[in-house]
């Protein structure tokens, strides 16, 4: 079991929960609502998570990336993890707002939907959204937990709370500012897929997993890879391995067991033959003319 703690205000809920239950999409890491007084400033500070201020009136400052965002009633701003950020409350109408900080394994993906970025930090609220409402059923059904016996369910209930949140945002973002069009959530997909597998070539991954990762189903990525690529997700998979690999052999000192294990392949002859297939000759020929070429530029 692991212990879990989420802040509400400057009070902290404790409840645990097992492993597994913890690796979800989307967590909440704290929330709460302040009346701040004039002047009220926090930072410069770096997050860990995100973190997201709705106003609910008043206006301040907030500061991030060399840029100033004077806000008011109605709009919210975000806060990445890693980011140096400054906000302060103004001297005669200060703010009042509620906030809540999150992460989780597909934050990136629904904030970018939502239509956010580091260049763009800001929301505006659109006539009838009902993003504050969220927002504060989120922070008092939290307090409402405070000092009550914790239990997995009310863990689901606070995260549910936050998926209304989210979806609320990405439907604001979606009808006001410049949010992804579906063409625009295709390319999210594609380039997420890409890092997935830049970062992970290594590992004996497939297209499932690459799918599972963005929470798609296999039918669809390939659909994804072939309208954009020109090729299906397991093409590029082999052709990306097979490049790698290229890069491994003009190292010496790499047997070729070793560089198919780094490419992901555990078996050289398997290896050998979809490197063949793809390169027309093996990879010890491979490796035998770029030594010649090698020595005739020499």
């Not at 410069?44 to 009633?73: C, E, M, T, W």
């Not at 140096?84 to 009042?96: L, M, S, V």
């Not at 890069?247 to 047997?255: E, H, V």
Request: glycine share 8%; hydrophobic share 35%.
């Amino acid at each position: 079991m692991v212990e879990k703690r989420i802040w509400v205000g400057d009070k902290m809920l404790d409840f645990f929960f097992t492993n597994e239950q913890f690796t979800t999409d989307l967590n909440v890491y704290h929330c709460g609502i302040e009346d701040c007084k004039p002047g009220h400033a926090y930072g410069p500070a770096v997050r860990d998570h995100y973190l997201f201020h709705y106003i609910l009136n008043g206006k301040g400052s907030f500061f991030v990336n060399n840029q100033h965002y004077v806000l008011r009633q109605g709009q919210g701003f975000l806060i990445y993890p890693g980011i140096i950020t400054y906000y302060e409350a103004d001297q005669i109408d200060p703010w009042h707002y509620v906030w809540v900080g999150f992460n989780g394994l597909k934050v990136e993906t629904y904030l970018e939907t939502a239509g956010f970025s580091q260049e763009n930090p800001i929301l505006t609220k659109r006539p009838g959204n009902k993003l504050d409402h969220h927002l504060l059923t989120l922070v008092q059904t939290a307090e409402e937990y405070y000092n009550t016996r914790y239990n997995y369910g009310k863990t689901l209930h606070l995260q549910g709370l936050l998926y209304i949140t989210i979806a609320e945002i990405i439907e604001n973002g979606g009808h006001h500012r410049n949010a992804h069009t579906s063409g625009d959530l295709q390319d999210v997909y594609i380039r997420k897929a890409l890092e997935f597998i830049k970062t992970n070539y290594s590992r004996p991954i497939n297209v499932k997993m690459i799918a599972a990762s963005l929470g798609l189903s296999r039918s669809y990525l390939t659909c994804l890879f072939k309208e954009r690529l020109k090729m299906g997700p397991q093409e590029y998979l082999i052709q990306f391995r097979v490049e790698r690999a290229c890069d491994f052999l003009r190292n010496p000192l790499l047997s070729i067991g070793d560089v198919a294990r780094s490419v992901g392949y555990n078996d050289p002859l398997a290896f050998s033959k979809i490197f063949k297939k793809v390169k027309g000759l093996s990879p010890s020929q491979y490796r035998q003319n770029h030594v010649l070429t090698s020595k005739e530029k020499g």
